[in-house]
């Protein structure tokens, strides 16, 4: 004897099916479209943006993520006012910006020590220890960078003066690299990942984390347009649960996370497991800014003479969106 299902029942499930659908279609055709800069492309505390996208964590937010990749703080910059990017990913010291006119303000803060850049050498033998830095050459992404900012703090708290080192801005990772493997440059201020990299192919080695002249510094900060934030808080706000939601798989996934973010770093899953062990427990988990880590951070303007005067917190950040909750 055949078994018939009743029909209100298939019919029920049929209706369901095809809600669902809808509501899938509804909510794909509805993703806002949201264009995210890096400073560094390779910079592994950035490829959470990456990560977010593969797993699909920004699409639960509505979003449909692009990134764009820049040569350093300054290019960031430019982009946001150019409104070539939405969002970037950048440095606290990046915030200088805001002050000479860009349209941008932080939003949130997902780093607060300088332990993940680092000054790498090469494999010359006069380099010892950071004394036999002084009067070298040293490469930073470009002008007015954190990179730059962390090299002149080095060069003045070693006691050689602002100018105690020779700093030459070139741009991407790419072109660091080819200038200390040439001997044009003698050391190089970037990610301690790619210090860790050069270290694994016997071709240079970490001489110094820069924690040790900024233990607490408003380092990563999310940026956003000010426009943006006005018209559209909502996306502001989705576009950073997203985000810290990908910082927090990360953190519970680590495989997944090594997986995903060697081939955008370009190093090998043996350097990313390094990498993530060692720069993980240091990413902030609900974007909120230290007070004493933007103390510091202000007090740096005075110092190198970008300003003759501290800013107010407001004129670098807003708090409306902290703490992120996702």
């Not at 209706?15 to 890096?38: P, Q």
């Not at 820069?210 to 990563?220: I, V």
């Not at 006005?230 to 810290?244: D, E, Q």
Request: one cysteine or more; a neutral charge; charged letters at 20%.
């Amino acid at each position: 004897m055949m078994h018939h299902q009743p029909t209100g029942g298939v019919t029920g499930r049929l209706a369901a099916a095809f809600t669902a659908l809808v509501i899938l279609a509804t909510s794909a055709h509805a993703a806002d479209r949201v264009r995210v800069g890096k400073a560094q492309g390779q910079a592994w505390i950035f490829t959470a943006v990456d990560l977010g996208i593969a797993e699909g964590i920004f699409q639960r937010y509505g979003l449909d993520v692009s990134i764009v990749d820049f040569a350093g703080d300054a290019k960031l910059q430019q982009g946001l006012a150019a409104n070539a990017v939405d969002f970037g990913l950048g440095s606290g010291p990046g915030m200088a910006f805001e002050l000479k006119g860009s349209p941008v303000i932080g939003v949130a803060c997902f780093g607060d020590t300088a332990k993940n850049i680092s000054l790498t050498v090469g494999n010359d033998p006069s380099i010892k220890t950071i004394a036999d830095m002084k009067g070298r050459r040293v490469s930073v992404s470009t002008v007015g960078s954190f990179t730059a900012w962390l090299a002149d703090q080095m060069s003045i708290q070693e006691g050689w003066g602002p100018h105690g080192v020779t700093i030459v801005p070139l741009g991407a990772f790419d072109a660091e690299l080819a200038a200390l493997a040439a001997h044009e440059v003698d050391g190089v201020v970037l990610d301690v990942s790619v210090g860790f990299r050069l270290e694994m192919a016997h071709r240079g080695r970490v001489l110094v984390t820069m924690d040790k002249y900024a233990p607490r510094l408003t380092t990563e900060v999310v940026f956003a347009q000010k426009q943006l934030v006005a018209k559209n808080p909502a996306l502001v706000g989705r576009f950073l649960k997203g985000l810290f939601a990908s910082f927090a798989f990360m953190k519970a996934n680590k495989e997944k996370a090594v997986a995903v973010t060697a081939p955008i770093a370009r190093i090998s899953p043996a350097l990313a497991s390094r990498i993530y062990d060692y720069e993980m427990p240091i990413v902030i988990g609900d974007g909120q800014f230290d007070p004493k880590g933007l103390e510091r951070l202000k007090k740096s303007f005075v110092q190198l003479g970008f300003l003759k005067k501290e800013p107010s917190d407001d004129q670098l950040i807003t708090t409306q969106f902290l703490p992120v909750k996702f």
